[in-house]
C-alpha cells in the first residue's frame, strides 16, 4: 500500500494551499483597497503638508496636528464628538433595552412592531436622513405642524437653524439610527438569559423594577457593553448624519470631526489637516475597543 | 406546613395536552415524588403548582387556600431548579438575601435570616464568593439556602441532582433527605430517576401522557404496579410481560429463579426458560432469554451473585416464579386485574 498523504495533488484546484488563498482573495483585496490603503495614505498625508494646490509630499513632522490644534473650530467639533457620543449613545441604550424587552414578549402583530424597529437599520443612511432633512424642515416640518396645531408653540421652532435644536436633533437622529442595531444584540442577550433564572425571580417574588434593575440589566451588562462599543464607533467615524442634516452649522454648532475633517480636507483641499482630524480619535477609538472589550469579557458569567 | 391538592388541572400548549386532568393531595410534611418519562407533565404539574404556568382548567389548593390565580410569590412556595438558577453576578449572601429584599425586609432582619439559612446548609463560610466560584454541590446547598429563607410553606424541587456527577448525587441525595425530615416540610420532587424516587419518597406518582398512572408508597407502585405502564417503567430490567389465554401477565426478573434455588416449590409456577445470553455484573447476573410456553415471549431474570449455580447458555433451563408474585392485567387496557388461572 502507498501513502496517499504526501503525494502533492496533481490538479491546481486540488491544492488547499492554492483554494486558500483564492477564496480568501476577495475580502483581501477589498480590505486592502479600500480600507488598508486609505488608510496608510491618510497617515502618511497626516505629517506632510500636501494640499490639492501643492500636491508635493513634503513631510513636516507634528506641524499639521499643531495647526489643527490650534484651530478653535476643530475644539469645539472635539467637544462636539464627544457630547454627540455619549448623549445619542445613551439614548441608544435606554430604548435599545426597552425595545428588546417588549420583542422578546409575544404579542399580535410582533412581526409588524419588528420590522418597523428594523427599518431605520436597512434603510440606506443618506436616503433615511434626507427624510429627517425634510421632517425637521425650518418651514413647512410637519413635527412644527402637529405643536402649532396643538398650540405648544406659535411660530415655527428651526429645529436645524439654530444650536442647541440643531445638536439635539442630530443626536436624536443618530440614536434613532443605531437603535435597531442595539436592539438586536440586547435581544440576543435577552433571550440568552437562562429560563430557570427568569423563573427563580418569579418565585423569589421581584417585581418588574426590581427585575428589571438587580438582574436583567447587571446580566445584560457585557451585551450591553457590545452595543455601545458599536454605538460610539458607528457615531465618531460615521459622517452621514450630520453632514446630511447641518453640515455641522449653523455655526459650526455641530461640527463634529468626521464632518470637519471632510469638509476641511475634501471640500477644503487642506488634505494633510483632514487627515490629521480623521487620524485624532484613532488612539481614542482604539483605546475605548479594548477597554469595553476586556470589560465584556470580564463580566461575562457562567 | 401546609398540604397541597389540586383538583382536575389541565394543561393544554396549543394542541398538545401537557397535563390531562389530574388530581392529587399531598399529606402534611409529606415527601412526593412525581415520577416519569420526559414529557410526561410532570414538571408542568409542578411549575403550576408554583404558579409559573396557569392552568387551562381545575384548582390548586394550598393549605385549604385556592391559589390558583395568584402570582408565585404570594403562594408561599419555595422551588429549586434543575440548574439551581443562582444569580450569577451576585454574592451567595445577596442571593441568599433576594426574595427578603423583594418583601421589604429590613437589612438587619434580613441579615439574620441569611445566616440562619446559611447555617442550615453548612454554607457560611461561602457567603462572600459568587455562584461561578462555588461545586455543584455547595451550589445547590446556596439554592435550597435561597428558597427556604422565606419559610415556605411547600417546597418545590424540579429534578434538582440531575446536574450533579453519581458520586455527588448520593451524598446529595442524602442530605436533601436529612434535611427534609428535620424541617418536615411538605415537598413535591419532579424527578424521572426512579432510584431517586425510590429511594426519597413518601409516596410516589407516577405519570404518563399527562395523567397520573399510581399513586402509592415505593412498596404499592414496585410490588403491586396499577397498569403495565408503571410496570415496565418500574424496575431495572423491568416486569417481564407475557400474553396468554386474553390476558397479561407479568413478574420482576429476581423474582424468576432456577429450580432448586428457591425454598417454597410447592407454591411455585415452573417455566421453561431458554437462556441465550448471560450479562454477569459482579453483585448479580443477568440472564437473557425467552419462554417455551408462552410463544417464546422474552424474559430477563436477575440471579443474585448469592446464587452461584452454573447456568450454560443455548439450552433450557427449569425455572419458576413464586403464585404471590404474579401480576395480572387486562389485555386491551394494561389496568391491574385480579389473579387468574395460567393454563397450559
Redesign the interface.
Known amino acids: 500500500m502507498t501513502s496517499t498523504t504526501t503525494r502533492p495533488p496533481r490538479y491546481l484546484g486540488d491544492n488547499p494551499r492554492f483554494l486558500a488563498g483564492l477564496f480568501m482573495s476577495p475580502a483581501v483585496i477589498y480590505i486592502i483597497a479600500l480600507v488598508g490603503f486609505p488608510f496608510v495614505l491618510a497617515i502618511i498625508y497626516a505629517f506632510t503638508d500636501i494640499s490639492t494646490g501643492n500636491p508635493d509630499l513634503e513631510f513636516v513632522g507634528w506641524a499639521t496636528f499643531r495647526r489643527v490644534l490650534a484651530d478653535p473650530v476643530f475644539r469645539g467639533a472635539l467637544w462636539n464628538t464627544f457630547l454627540f457620543a455619549v448623549l445619542a449613545n445613551v439614548l441608544v441604550v435606554i430604548l435599545a433595552t426597552a425595545l428588546a424587552e417588549i420583542l422578546i414578549r409575544d404579542f399580535k402583530g410582533k412581526w409588524l412592531v419588528r420590522f418597523l424597529v428594523l427599518l431605520p437599520w436597512v434603510a440606506p443612511v443618506s436616503l433615511a436622513t434626507i427624510t429627517w432633512l425634510w421632517t425637521l424642515d425650518s418651514i413647512f416640518s410637519p413635527i412644527d405642524w402637529v405643536l402649532r396645531q396643538v398650540g405648544v408653540i406659535t411660530e415655527n421652532v428651526y429645529w436645524l437653524g439654530r444650536p442647541g435644536t440643531a445638536m439635539t436633533s442630530v443626536i436624536a437622529v443618530q440614536a434613532w439610527r443605531i437603535v435597531p442595531l442595539a436592539a438586536v444584540i440586547v435581544l440576543a442577550g435577552l433571550i440568552a438569559i437562562p429560563k430557570d433564572i427568569n423563573d427563580a425571580v418569579a418565585v423569589d417574588g421581584a417585581g418588574f423594577w426590581r427585575k428589571m434593575f438587580q438582574v436583567t440589566i447587571p446580566l445584560l451588562a457585557p451585551i450591553i457593553a457590545v452595543a455601545v462599543l458599536f454605538g460610539v464607533i458607528l457615531t465618531i467615524s460615521d459622517m452621514s448624519v450630520v453632514y446630511v442634516l447641518t453640515r455641522g452649522g449653523p455655526t459650526n454648532s455641530t461640527q463634529v470631526l468626521s464632518t470637519w475633517a471632510f469638509i476641511k480636507g475634501i471640500e477644503g483641499g487642506a488634505l494633510a489637516q483632514g487627515a490629521a482630524v480623521a487620524l485624532f480619535l484613532l488612539p481614542v477609538l482604539i483605546g475605548i475597543t479594548a477597554v469595553v472589550l476586556r470589560l465584556a469579557r470580564r463580566r461575562e458569567v457562567l | 406546613m401546609a398540604v397541597v391538592e389540586v383538583r382536575d388541572l389541565r394543561k393544554e400548549f396549543g394542541d398538545v395536552v401537557a397535563v390531562d386532568g389530574v388530581d392529587l393531595r399531598s399529606e402534611e410534611g409529606e415527601f412526593l415524588v412525581l415520577l416519569g418519562p420526559s414529557g410526561c407533565g410532570k414538571t408542568t404539574l409542578l411549575?403550576m403548582i408554583?404558579?409559573?404556568e396557569q392552568p387551562t382548567e381545575g384548582e390548586i389548593r394550598i393549605g385549604d387556600e385556592d391559589v390558583s390565580r395568584l402570582?408565585?410569590?404570594a403562594r408561599r412556595?419555595?422551588?429549586v431548579?434543575?440548574?439551581?438558577?443562582l444569580?450569577?453576578?451576585m454574592t451567595v449572601a445577596n442571593n441568599i438575601a433576594?426574595?427578603l429584599?423583594?418583601?421589604g425586609m429590613d437589612s438587619e432582619e434580613r441579615n439574620q435570616k441569611v445566616e440562619w439559612a446559611a447555617g442550615l446548609f453548612g454554607i457560611e463560610r461561602l457567603l462572600q464568593r459568587r455562584?461561578?466560584q462555588l461545586s455543584g454541590g455547595e451550589r445547590q446547598r446556596v439554592a435550597l439556602a435561597?428558597a427556604l429563607v422565606?419559610e415556605p410553606t411547600v417546597f418545590l424541587l424540579d429534578e434538582p441532582l440531575s446536574n450533579l456527577d453519581a458520586k455527588l448525587r448520593a451524598a446529595a441525595r442524602d442530605d436533601l433527605m436529612e434535611f427534609q425530615r428535620r424541617i418536615g416540610i411538605t415537598t413535591i420532587y419532579v424527578t424521572h430517576d426512579q432510584v431517586e424516587a425510590m429511594g426519597m419518597g413518601d409516596r410516589i406518582a407516577v405519570m404518563d401522557h399527562g395523567k397520573i398512572r399510581q399513586l402509592g408508597t415505593p412498596e404499592e407502585v414496585y410490588h403491586h404496579p396499577a397498569d403495565v405502564f408503571v410496570a415496565q417503567f418500574l424496575g431495572s430490567p423491568p416486569m417481564n410481560l407475557l400474553e396468554t389465554a386474553g390476558f397479561l401477565f407479568g413478574f420482576r426478573p429476581e423474582q424468576f429463579l432456577p429450580e432448586g434455588v428457591a425454598a417454597d416449590e410447592g407454591t411455585r409456577v415452573p417455566f421453561t426458560f431458554h437462556v441465550n445470553r448471560i450479562e454477569y455484573l459482579g453483585s448479580e447476573r443477568f440472564l437473557y432469554g425467552f419462554i417455551r410456553e408462552y410463544d417464546e415471549t422474552r424474559v430477563i431474570a436477575m440471579l443474585p451473585a448469592t446464587v452461584t449455580l452454573p447456568i450454560s447458555i443455548d439450552q433450557d433451563h427449569k425455572f419458576s416464579v413464586a403464585k404471590d408474585q404474579l401480576r395480572f392485567f387486562d389485555y386491551d387496557d394494561g389496568v391491574k386485574i385480579a389473579p387468574q388461572p395460567l393454563m397450559r
Open positions: 411549575r408554583a404558579g409559573l402570582p408565585p410569590r412556595i419555595a422551588m431548579f434543575q440548574s439551581y438558577a444569580y450569577p453576578h433576594f426574595p429584599k423583594a418583601q455562584p461561578r435561597r422565606r
